[in-house]
């Protein structure tokens, strides 16, 4: 009796194991190279080092070394999906951003932090800030004909965009888009590339795809408070895409910290932040021109404005941990505006040349706190698969800085690195 018993709840384990699908995968990108002006490289930031950085003049010297993620940032996730019936699908997504030269669970806010009060690092603002699961972590239901409903910290649907729309694969050293998470799906602020307490819907409808998210801010009383939202839709079909994205968020926390050799009055290991509501635009298309060779180009507005419900640094307390040391409202609404455009050629199967012009415009804003100023990127990279997993690639990329917003910066930069990047 007890055997069979056994026998059958082993059998009913193994029907239940089939019906799920649990798959461990991740990326390992390391690449060496040089960056022309720049600090230290970081043992937490995301990328190593700031590719985007004007830096003030007095930062002249660079940086040879190992950078994490020239092309993808390295990661580690668990995905799975279990057929529950009726052509329903349960979906999860647990994503982890790791800094492969190190071991170090990827934190931007970790580097900011110590750069205070005197900068000899390299850091910027990121959404990836020491969570453990900080690139994703979501859980939702999936079906063929109705579409994907998603609950968790999800990205937003520029992102999508910038990864299937960016000339040079959004290589995170190559590309500003790639790198910023500002300017590549967060709307203006790249805390909110990925959001937190958000659910997001996504279908595909034949060559049409419509989608919308929402975040909760979670504040007490006041539904408006750190509330964000989206909607997206595009149209891809034969040789055509083209992308459209809007996106709303209110009082995003902004961290301040500066990143040149300028030592600061904050306290060691406290984080500035700037608050703000942020209004953003995106639209993007490509045409494959041949079998081989694809054209891509875009374009990118973002307002930022005063924030909504203003916080104090005792309401706010922390930013990941770390002490926050002010908080400042952003001032008179500030324009940018990018544009893009570029392509690249499949030369054999296993060689993919990409070539990108990226140009960012910044306007003055009425209380001058940004005056106009202008950054130019152009990007070259090669890549060689040596199978659908593992593949090298030679990158480059010029900045250039102009105008009197960065007067008293270097007027350029530029970074070239060799590198590998295994997925598994």
């Known amino acids: 009796m007890n055997k069979k018993l056994l026998a059958a709840l082993a059998l009913t384990a193994v029907a239940g194991a089939a019906q799920a699908d649990v798959t461990l995968y991740g990326v390992i990108d390391l690449a060496v190279g040089n960056i022309q002006h720049s600090l230290s490289g970081s043992p937490t930031f995301p990328a190593t080092v700031d590719p985007v ?53 990827a934190s931007a806010a970790a580097a900011i932090a110590a750069n205070a009060p005197n900068p000899n690092q390299a850091a910027a603002p990121s959404s990836i800030n020491g969570q453990l699961f900080n690139r994703q972590a979501w859980a939702g239901l999936s079906d063929a004909k109705l579409g994907q409903l998603i609950f968790g910290r999800i990205y937003a649907p520029e992102f999508d965009i910038v990864v299937a729309y960016d000339p040079v694969q959004a290589a995170q050293l190559f590309s500003p888009l790639g790198f910023s998470g500002s300017l590549g799906g967060g709307g203006g602020y790249t805390e909110d590339l990925r959001n937190d ?38 149209y891809e079909a034969g040789k055509f895409g083209v992308q459209a994205a809007y996106q709303s968020f209110n009082d995003v926390l902004h961290p301040g910290n500066t990143t040149t050799s300028t030592p600061s009055t904050l306290a060691a290991g406290t984080i500035a932040v700037t608050e703000a509501n942020t209004r953003n635009y995106m639209l993007a298309a490509k045409y494959k021109v041949t079998d081989a060779g694809t054209v891509k180009a875009g374009y ?26 002010s908080v400042a409202d952003i001032g008179a609404s500030r324009n940018q505006d990018l544009y893009w455009v570029g392509g690249d050629y499949n030369v054999t199967p296993s060689i993919n040349l990409a070539v990108a012009y990226y140009d960012l415009n910044v306007s003055q804003s009425a209380d001058n706190k940004q005056l106009n100023g202008d950054q130019r990127y152009y990007s070259f990279l090669a890549d060689y698969s040596f199978s659908k997993r593992t593949d090298v690639y030679f990158g480059v990329m010029q900045a250039n800085f102009s105008g009197p917003q960065y007067a008293a910066y270097m007027g350029s930069n530029n970074i070239t690195a060799i590198g590998m990047r295994h997925r598994f």
Request: proline share 3%; glycine share 18%.
């Open 300 to 325: 990118e507005h973002i307002t930022y404005s005063t924030a909504s419900d203003m916080y104090t640094t005792a309401t706010v307390g922390t930013y990941y941990g770390f002490p926050i040391a």
């Open 197 to 234: 307490n958000t659910v997001r819907y996504s279908n595909q409808i034949g060559a049409v795809n419509v989608g919308g998210m929402y975040k909760f801010g979670n504040v007490s009383g006041n539904n408006s408070a750190r509330q964000g939202w989206a909607l997206n839709a595009g």
């Open 53 to 105: 950085d004007p830096l003030k003049n007095t930062v002249v010297g660079g940086v040879n070394g190992m950078f994490n993620g020239g092309l993808s940032p390295s990661r580690w996730g668990i995905k799975g999906t279990e057929d529950i019936g009726g052509g329903v699908k349960a979906v999860f997504t647990l994503e982890s951003g790791i800094d492969a030269n190190t071991g170090n669970v």
